[in-house]
Structure formats: structure tokens, C-alpha cells
């Protein structure tokens, strides 16, 4: 069955960086788009960004676009969230899936990361 796990997450000062890693399995991962998603507290879920499997074409959200970064490793099963320029408004749990995916799919346990000011 699908397994994602997040990890990476953290406390880190406003203007900080962190890198995020989502380790994947039960399913052809070099096949789908993988997309990072994030919910803080009372908000719902909302889409960070995502890469394609075919040529790791990536989009972003217009609030992290040119301050995160998301990578991908198909020999490892892995995405990654290269988080730069943090704000206190991207604190939230951090949660990769398949792109697209809905909030009816499996998710896994998600990674906090709080920016401080």
C-alpha cells in the first residue's frame, strides 16, 4: 500500500532555511507527479507545489514561489522541499502525495515546521 513519509521539518528563525524529504513506496513513484502540500492550524490544506515525473517540470504556489524549491530523486523513492526566505505565514505541517491528490486520498504524518519571528 502507499506510504509517505515526511521529515525534515523544524523551529527555524524568520529568514531561515529548511529542506524538507518525503520518502515514498507501494506504488511506481518515477511515474507520478508529486506535489507538497501544507495546512496551518484552522486553515484548510493548500497546494505548495509540485514536480512531474517525466521531465521534473515544477509550479508553485504564488506565496513560496522563488523561496521554495522542490526536488525529486526516483532512484530513491524521494521528493524534496528546499524551504528558503521562511516567513512566520509558512508555519504549518508539511505533507508530500501524489499530484494531484485529494483530502479523501491516503496522506501520511506530515512534518511541522514553525518559523519564528
Known amino acids: 500500500q502507499v506510504q509517505l513519509v515526511e521529515s525534515g521539518g523544524g523551529l527555524v528563525k524568520a529568514g531561515g532555511s529548511l529542506r524538507l524529504s518525503c520518502a515514498a513506496s507501494?506504488?511506481?513513484?518515477?511515474?507520478?507527479?508529486m506535489g507538497w502540500f501544507r495546512q496551518a492550524p484552522g486553515k484548510e490544506r493548500e497546494f505548495v507545489g509540485r514536480i512531474t515525473w517525466s521531465d521534473s517540470h515544477t509550479r508553485y504556489s504564488d506565496s513560496v514561489r522563488d523561496r521554495f524549491t522542490i526536488s525529486r530523486d526516483n532512484n530513491k523513492n524521494a521528493v524534496y522541499l528546499q524551504m528558503n526566505s521562511l516567513k512566520p505565514e509558512d508555519t504549518a505541517v508539511y505533507y508530500c502525495?501524489?499530484?494531484?491528490?485529494?483530502?479523501?486520498?491516503?496522506w501520511g504524518q506530515g512534518t511541522q515546521v514553525t518559523v519564528s519571528s
Open positions: 502525495n501524489r499530484h494531484p491528490a485529494s483530502m479523501s486520498d491516503y
Open positions: 507501494g506504488f511506481t513513484f518515477s511515474r507520478y507527479d
